[in-house]
């Protein structure tokens, strides 16, 4: 969904979603729909068609969801200012030290995948969603129990249909982030 305003806040992780927020379901059905940032938006729809190539499972129990986005966002953005790929490390140019340092933190959150996977059974968000399916009701109610640590963590790819458009979101939040440095000098 895209929107005409900047200074919408994600309700999950109170960031500026700059124009691109998509409606979520509440957990409560007493709640009403809250609009969220593409980044809380994939936890809340593993089921999405291409979902494995956009997020992976981390086992990360020191760290939040909300603050996890927010630390990949911020990767994100900063791969993006330095002209780099979001989501091919491969072909990082480290040759600079702030190319160095967020191929680390990025290197280290992905390091994760394993611990997920032998918790799991898999990294892969499209099993879990299969699995949460299945679950009895009480299993269900459950489930932030039994997944405790278990995160999704972005991998620098949104489709909107067949085309990826993380790209463009990822610009935009470049955007907000420069004029909110503008306005603070």
């Not at 059974?121 to 009480?138: N, Q, W």
């Given at each position: 969904?895209?929107?005409?305003?900047?200074?919408?806040?994600?309700?999950?992780?109170?960031?500026?979603?700059?124009?691109?927020?998509?409606?979520?379901?509440?957990?409560?059905p007493?709640?009403?729909?809250?609009?969220?940032?593409?980044?809380?938006?994939?936890?809340?729809h593993?089921?999405?068609?291409?979902?494995?190539?956009?997020?992976?499972?981390?086992?990360?129990?020191?760290?939040?969801?909300?603050?996890?986005?927010?630390?990949?966002?911020?990767?994100?953005?900063?791969?993006?200012?330095?002209?780099?790929?979001?989501?091919?490390?491969?072909?990082?140019?480290?040759n600079?030290?702030?190319?160095?340092?967020?191929?680390?933190?990025?290197?280290?959150?992905?390091?994760?995948?394993?611990?997920?996977?032998?918790?799991?059974?898999?990294?892969?968000?499209?099993?879990?969603?299969?699995?949460?399916?299945?679950?009895?009701?009480?299993?269900?109610?459950?489930?932030?129990?039994?997944?405790?640590?278990?995160?999704?963590?972005?991998?620098?790819?949104?489709?909107?249909?067949?085309?990826?458009?993380?790209?463009?979101?990822?610009?935009?939040?470049?955007?907000?982030?420069?004029?909110?440095?503008?306005?603070?000098?």
């Amino acid at each position: 969904m895209l929107n005409d305003s900047d200074e919408l806040r994600c309700p999950f992780c109170d960031m500026k979603s700059g124009r691109w927020q998509n409606f979520v379901v509440p957990a409560c059905p007493s709640h009403d729909c809250s609009v969220a940032c593409v980044l809380c938006f994939l936890c809340r729809h593993l089921d999405r068609p291409r979902i494995d190539e956009e997020a992976v499972l981390v086992w990360l129990p020191e760290m939040s969801q909300p603050a996890l986005n927010v630390t990949m966002r911020e990767i994100h953005v900063q791969f993006r200012t330095l002209g780099e790929d979001l989501c091919d490390a491969g072909r990082l140019r480290l040759n600079i030290p702030e190319r160095l340092r967020l191929y680390y933190a990025r290197s280290a959150l992905c390091a994760r995948t394993a611990a997920a996977a032998s918790r799991l059974g898999t990294d892969k968000p499209s099993d879990l969603a299969g699995a949460l399916c299945r679950l009895s009701p009480s299993a269900y109610a459950n489930r932030a129990k039994l997944l405790g640590g278990v995160r999704l963590l972005p991998l620098g790819r949104f489709y909107a249909g067949s085309k990826d458009v993380y790209p463009e979101i990822v610009d935009r939040w470049c955007e907000i982030a420069k004029a909110a440095g503008a306005s603070a000098q």
